[in-house]
C-alpha cells in the first residue's frame, strides 16, 4: 500500500447543498498532510468521511486500502475541543485506552505522559487546553495507528501552546512510522510541520501535492504565501 488516503469524485450532498464535489486525492505514506480552506469549504465533511463518520453521496474513498470506517482500530482522531473525560484522570484514560485497544503501546503513552509533565492523578478536567489536546494526542499515538488524522486540534489554543503541540508532533511522527491528516485554517501552523498540502475552496480540492513540488511549480518560497495567494485568485474567480 502506498496511500493513506485515496479519493476519486469524491462527494457528498445534504439535500440539494452540496458540502463537497468531485474530490480526487491520493495522500502517500509517511506524509503529513495539512487540509486547509476558508470556512465551509468542506473540511469537516472530508475528514468525516475519512473517519467513516457519514457515507459518501457519489465516488469513492479508501482509507489504508479499505473502506473507511472498517479501519479504525488502524486511525487515530483528535477533534477541535480535544475530547476527553473531564472528569477521568491522565492515568484512567492510559487504562481506558489499553482496555480498548489491542495494539496499546503502554511504554509509549508512559514515555510521553512522562516527557509532557503531566501528572497521573490529574483530572482531566483541570488540565490547561493544551495539556488536554498533548493527552488526546497521546491516545492517539499510544493505539500505534497508522493514520492520525487531526481536526483543528490547535485552534482554540494561545500561540506558545500550539507551537509546542505543533513541535511536539514533529516529534511523534519522526519517532514512530504514522501517516497524518492535520486540519487548520492557521497557514504558518501547517508551515511548521507539513510536507503535503490539499487546499479545499467550495468543497472542491483545488490544489494537492506534496509541498517541495507545489512551491517549485508555482515559484514560491512559503507555503504561506503560495496559499494565500492561490486563495485570492480562486475568490476573484468565483
Known sequence: MTSVIHAEGLGKRY???PALEDCSIDIPAGRVAGLVGPNGAGKSTLLGLTCGLIAPTSGSIEVL???????????GFV????????????ADHLRLGARLNRSW?????QNRIRKLGLDPDQ??????????????LTIAAAKRAELIILDEPVAALDPLARH???????????????SVV????LLGDLEQVCDHLIVLVDGRVRLAGDVDDLLAAHHETSLEKLVLDYLMRAEVRS
Not at 65 to 75: D, F, I, M, T, W
Not at 182 to 185: A, D, F, G, K, V
Open 105 to 109: 503501546d503502554a511504554q509509549l503513552a
Open 79 to 90: 477533534a477541535q475541543d480535544a475530547p476527553v473525560y473531564r472528569t477521568l484522570s491522565v
Open 182 to 185: 492535520l486540519s487548520s485554517h
Open 15 to 17: 439535500g440539494r447543498h
Open 123 to 136: 483530572k482531566a478536567g483541570r488540565l490547561s487546553g493544551g495539556q488536554r489536546a498533548q493527552l488526546a
Open 65 to 75: 486500502g479499505k473502506r473507511p470506517g472498517s479501519q479504525l482500530p488502524r486511525v
Open 164 to 178: 509546542t503541540f505543533l513541535l511536539d508532533l514533529s516529534e511523534l511522527v519522526a519517532e514512530v512510522d504514522v
